[in-house]
């Protein structure tokens, strides 16, 4: 299980590749941001998306987003849109957290 606390690590280690500590900023800020509380796993960040916008492609946020009204959601989607940046915009997020698996 991948806490808040080893994302926030990843994010700053210079050892480890630019591109996971991209992801892990991004996901660390959209976890921080995220309005429900006792959220602090990545395993149950993503369940709680996974409820609110099933498939988890940033396409697919970015649309649920256009409709949304929760300022706190729309925050951490914000941030999380960023684990998108440099890399081809049709991954999905399961796929760029496979990324960071195993640093």
Same mark, same amino acid.
């Given at each position: 299980?991948?806490? @808040?606390?080893? @994302? &926030?690590? /990843?994010? $700053?280690?210079?050892?480890?590749?630019? #591109?996971?500590? +991209?992801?892990?900023?991004? /996901?660390?800020?959209?976890?921080?941001?995220?309005? !429900?509380?006792?959220?602090? =796993?990545?395993? /149950? *960040?993503?369940?709680?998306?996974?409820?609110? *916008?099933? &498939?988890? $492609?940033?396409?697919?946020?970015?649309?649920?987003?256009? =409709?949304? !009204?929760?300022?706190?959601?729309?925050? =951490?989607?914000? &941030? /999380?849109? #960023?684990?998108?940046?440099?890399?081809?915009?049709?991954? +999905? @997020?399961?796929? @760029?957290?496979?990324?960071?698996?195993?640093?």
């Amino acid at each position: 299980m991948i806490n @808040l606390k080893k @994302l &926030e690590e /990843l994010a $700053s280690d210079v050892s480890v590749p630019p #591109g996971v500590r +991209r992801i892990s900023s991004a /996901l660390a800020a959209a976890i921080n941001d995220w309005p !429900t509380r006792n959220v602090d =796993s990545l395993e /149950l *960040f993503l369940s709680e998306l996974r409820q609110d *916008f099933g &498939e988890l $492609s940033k396409a697919n946020i970015c649309i649920k987003m256009n =409709s949304m !009204t929760d300022a706190w959601k729309l925050e =951490s989607l914000s &941030e /999380l849109l #960023g684990a998108w940046n440099g890399v081809d915009e049709h991954i +999905r @997020l399961d796929d @760029l957290v496979q990324q960071i698996i195993g640093h």
